[in-house]
Nanobody, 125 residues
Framework: QVQLVESGGGLMQAGNSRRLSCAAS????????MGWFRQPPGKGRDFVAA????????KYADTVKGRFTISRDNAKDTAYLQMNDLKPNDTGVYYC??????????????????WGQGTQVTVAS
């Protein structure tokens, strides 16, 4: 049974940094592309960042480019999202997702096979 468990969310001030973690189990983590998505209050789910397995290719939403960094530790079966210079518009529930396919359409949530339960990130101004 595949499980993805996010952690690291909370309430923080604008300008702060925070790292989210996504611990995976039940899959061969090194052979899965990992993605982060977020859902702002009252809105749909948006792509944030993704990293392909193998090549390590990454893709970021324009709204987070230069501020957020996705990474992974295959030895720990964990993906990370380092968030710097947080802004109130970054508020939302952050989900990690996994899929077997590599680099194509990294920002398409319909291509992901597994999802975590999400962790709330609230950025106060």
């Amino acid at each position: 049974q595949v499980q993805l468990v996010e952690s690291g969310g909370g309430l923080m001030q604008a300008g702060n940094s925070r790292r989210l973690s996504c611990a995976a189990s039940g899959l061969t983590f090194s052979r899965y592309t990992m993605g982060w998505f977020r859902q702002p209050p009252g809105k749909g789910r948006d792509f944030v960042a993704a990293m392909s397995w193998g090549s390590g290719a990454t893709k970021y939403a324009d709204t987070v480019k230069g501020r957020f960094t996705i990474s992974r530790d295959n030895a720990k079966d964990t993906a990370y999202l380092q968030m710097n210079d947080l802004k109130p518009n970054d508020t939302g529930v952050y989900y990690c997702a996994a899929r077997a396919a590599p680099s194509i359409r990294l920002d398409d949530d319909e291509t992901y096979d597994y999802w975590g339960q999400g962790t709330q990130v609230t950025v106060a101004s």
